[in-house]
């Protein structure tokens, strides 16, 4: 618990200083232009990886990046969802999953989800993904099999989204730019689904 205290204690004396205005800013309002829909995991930090920084990016977070169905009641996900495209009016929504992704290996090996019901509920989510595995890439390794099946989920997930009352709607305003990606943690490389291609490329091509 102490290095986060002092982790704030340098952020409040020396990074809040030196960003005070921009902060300022942002103290009654915010024009984020991205929404960023990603999995839980500890091992992606959006800012850094994006080269963003306050105000940029809405983010909604769970376990595997998941967009549940569209439904009437909704749910955490989808309320932020709502609130993004049709409040904050965001130009783009990215829904970005990762390699060696503990829902989807869960959703592989249910076993390891007996002790859990609600994460064996959550990650029923997911099993859409098993309909939209990817070609395996060798540069996956002995992870390709797993690989193949993180970027059907970002494919099945994607298509949730889409279906989403407002997205849709913003899509077809042409006010909304929707897209799935696959960001490697080895490489920290991000890989883009191409949907006229319906396979990932390379994000900076
Ligand atoms: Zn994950």
Not at 4 to 23: L, M, T
Request: proline share 5%.
């Amino acid at each position: 618990m102490q290095r986060v205290i002092e982790g704030h204690r340098r952020f409040h004396a020396e990074v809040f200083p030196a960003r005070k205005q921009q902060f300022h800013l942002l103290r009654d309002s915010q024009a984020p232009e991205f929404l960023f829909i990603t999995c839980a995991v500890s091992r992606i930090v959006p800012d850094m990886i994006l080269g963003t920084g306050p105000g940029d990016l809405f983010i909604s977070r769970n376990a595997g990046n998941v967009v549940p169905v569209n439904a009437p009641e909704g749910d955490g996900v989808t309320a932020t969802i709502e609130y993004a495209v049709e409040v904050l009016k965001v130009s783009h929504a990215i829904l970005c999953g990762h390699s060696d992704c503990g829902a989807l290996k869960a959703a592989v090996n249910t076993k390891a989800l007996e002790t859990l019901p609600k994460a064996k509920r959550w990650l029923k989510h997911v099993e859409a993904a098993f309909q939209h595995r990817q070609p395996l890439n060798p540069e996956d390794g002995d992870g390709a099999e797993l690989a193949s099946l993180i970027r059907g989920n970002v494919i099945a997930q994607l298509a949730n989204l889409k279906a989403q009352p407002a997205v849709a709607w913003a899509m077809q305003q042409g006010t909304l730019a929707v897209h799935g990606w696959y960001y490697d943690i080895l490489s920290g490389r991000i890989e883009r689904y191409d949907e006229k291609l319906r396979r990932f490329v390379p994000l900076l091509g």
